[in-house]
């Protein structure tokens, strides 16, 4: 009886209006508890793995690149480290049905970012791209709040209109516009990748959200024609083709890259050249540290860490499926499967681009590759996760 009464004093009672209408159909209680340790342990496991592999890829090109500085990106990425897991913490803490009202809000401020970019002094330009805004002390790329944005407002627009995802009025369109806006103002950057990962994660949420598979069909089958249009009517779309199949025929533009990525992977043999001895990293492989990292990982630690590495990423992207089939409410769940999706497609695209199995396409790799901002944004999106395991809505007795 103790223990019960401890248990009713941690108790946040709410009015049932006040949250998402549960799975069940029933009177609740709101109960408070842990973190799921089990998906916390391989976030932590994952985010210090990629930190050793910056610090053991980036050494020989920050020394050629920045003035001699060899821990030039690992100094970074390990105080990025330190704040993403404090910012992981803070939005732990944080009631996610606060989150869920201001899910409007941060969408607004993400499109208004998106249009930044084209702000001179602000926006800034590398490789003929305008991804990234100037934030003073480092760069990030709004493209990365709209992964999150896309899934929090589909999230609580579908937990609203669920009775009414079969129509085509509320279950297609809304996605389309949607679809359509976010893919313009990625393609103008130009930023494929992230166009790719938003209009996959808008398809899911569409199939999630009970969305009739006939227009699911129709919509895959259009993709699918746009995609072929692209590739074979324009000579950009053919050549990458190209590239993909014979990068041998290309080392001197397109084709070094992926070629210099598979003669890492082809090295590293079953138990790998050991921890720092990388040859590919030594100005073969252009920056090491970002989205080709597997493939240093691969020739330093061999087949057997990067199985071990892959086994980690799919208990994560299971553990968190499994914390949103057992989410309190429609809409919780629909964020973390959105989010674990999210998280499931990146790395599924990189380490398709780093075998050369697609086409390049730019992705960089959850956790490893180099950067401050994603990695504190993707711990953010790990924080929601933990903050919705931390609760359970069980019945009065």
């Known amino acids: ?58 050494y020989a090109y920050a020394k050629q690149n920045y003035d001699g500085d060899s821990y030039y990106f690992s100094i970074r990425q390990i105080v990025w ?39 001179p002094g602000i926006g800034v330009v590398r490789n003929n791209a305008r991804r990234w805004i100037n934030i003073g002390i480092s760069t990030f790329q709004p493209s990365e709040l709209l992964k999150i944005a896309v899934v929090l407002f589909f999230s609580d627009f579908i937990a609203r209109n669920r009775k009414n995802m079969h129509t085509f009025r509320v279950g297609v369109l809304p996605f389309g516009i949607v679809a359509a806006v976010s893919a313009g103002l990625l393609i103008i950057q130009p930023h494929l990748s992230a166009t790719i990962i938003i209009l996959i994660l808008i398809f899911l949420m569409m199939y999630l959200g009970g969305t009739r598979k006939k227009y699911l069909g ?89 199985a071990f590495v892959i086994v980690l990423f799919v208990l994560l992207i299971w553990r968190g499926f499994y914390i949103a089939k057992n989410a309190p409410t429609q809409y919780a769940s629909l964020v973390v499967f959105g989010l674990t999706a999210h998280i499931a497609v990146q790395v599924f695209l990189n380490l398709a681009v780093v075998t050369n199995s697609i086409p390049s396409t730019g992705v960089s790799l959850p956790f490893f590759s180099y950067g401050g901002t994603s990695l504190v944004f993707c711990m953010a999106e790990m924080g929601i996760i933990l903050n919705i395991s931390r609760y359970s809505y069980l019945p009065e007795e």
């Open 81 to 119: 480290a330190v704040i993403a897991f404090f910012g992981m913490a803070f939005v732990t803490r944080i009631d996610y049905l606060i989150i869920k009202r201001w899910t409007t809000l941060f969408c607004i401020v993400t499109l208004a970012l998106m249009l930044i970019v084209w702000v």
């Open 218 to 306: 129709i919509l895959g089958i259009l993709a699918a024609v746009g995609m072929a249009v692209v590739i074979f009517f324009s000579s950009h779309g053919r050549e990458r083709l190209e590239v993909w199949f014979h990068p041998e025929e290309y080392l001197q533009g397109a084709g070094w890259q992926p070629q210099q990525s598979l003669y890492a992977i082809g090295s590293g043999g079953l138990w790998g050249v050991g921890l720092g001895q990388s040859r590919q990293k030594h100005l073969y492989l252009p920056e090491p540290q970002n989205d080709y990292i597997f493939s240093i990982l691969c020739e330093e630690m061999g087949f057997i860490f990067a």
């Open 1 to 58: 009886m103790a223990a019960e009464e401890k248990v009713r004093r941690r108790t946040l009672s709410r009015k049932k209006t006040d949250l998402d209408t549960p799975k069940k159909e029933r009177k609740i209680v709101r109960l408070q508890s842990d973190v799921d340790r089990p998906f916390l342990l391989l976030v932590i496991l994952l985010v210090c793995i990629g930190t050793t592999m910056v610090f053991s890829a980036s």
